[in-house]
């Protein structure tokens, strides 16, 4: 609920980027550090990263750190990148924007890249308090709206999750948040 298919949707472009750039005053690119957990999984795909930066002239150094250890890395406000993901349990668009975006989180679980916005915090703020749902998601897509311009941070990958199950499982339910839901599975007898 909530989720906003038609915000800006950024397109790979490399000479933009370069454009961008040198624009920025770094014409020649620059080095900066990406942190990791050491979950091989994100670091594969730091490296894909890595690579990536490297054809605009982002030189990425990338620095796995253990997981505890990464989680209060995170917190600092002098951090310059890391890979970071966020799932939510509920399907509800508050449950993702509220934690991730509202600048009373920084500091906190989730608002590590310590993002303020007012107008972001006064339509989290109606959307979180409203009891209408058409007015829920409305105020939802517009912080979406507002989260692309401002860019606090960049949603790289959305992971595809497979389900396989036996012929005799009936009822189970694979949801879009990932989660499985057996409440209502059972085995049916083979005969």
């Known amino acids: 609920a909530g989720y906003n298919p038609d915000s800006d949707i950024y397109e790979v472009n490399i000479e933009k980027a370069k454009e961008l750039l040198k624009e920025a005053g770094y014409p020649d690119g620059f080095n ?3 942190w990791v957990n050491d979950e091989s999984t994100r670091v594969d795909m730091c490296v894909i990263i890595q690579d990536q930066l490297k054809a605009v002239g982002i030189n990425v150094e990338i620095e796995v750190f253990e997981w505890g250890t990464y989680l209060s890395k995170t917190l600092e406000h002098n951090k310059q990148l890391y890979l970071f993901s966020w799932n939510v349990s ?7 924007l509220y934690p991730m975006f509202h600048s009373s989180q920084r ?6 890249s310590n ?4 107008e972001a915090d006064e339509l989290l703020d ?10 829920r998601n409305l105020l939802y897509k517009q ?4 989260l692309q311009r401002d860019l606090p941070h960049y949603t790289l990958v ?18 879009k948040t990932g989660y499985i839901d057996i ?7 083979e005969k």
Not at 90 to 96: I, L, V
């Open 32 to 34: 900066i550090k990406l």
């Open 90 to 96: 509920s399907g509800d668009a508050d449950a993702a």
């Open 107 to 112: 500091n906190g679980s989730a608002n590590r």
């Open 115 to 118: 993002y303020v916005s007012k």
């Open 126 to 135: 109606r959307a979180r308090n409203s009891v209408n749902e058409d007015e």
């Open 143 to 146: 912080v979406q709206d507002i």
């Open 158 to 175: 959305f992971p595809k999750l497979n389900l396989g199950m036996n012929k005799n499982v009936e009822g189970l339910i694979m949801k």
């Open 183 to 189: 409440s209502n599975a059972f085995v049916l007898r």
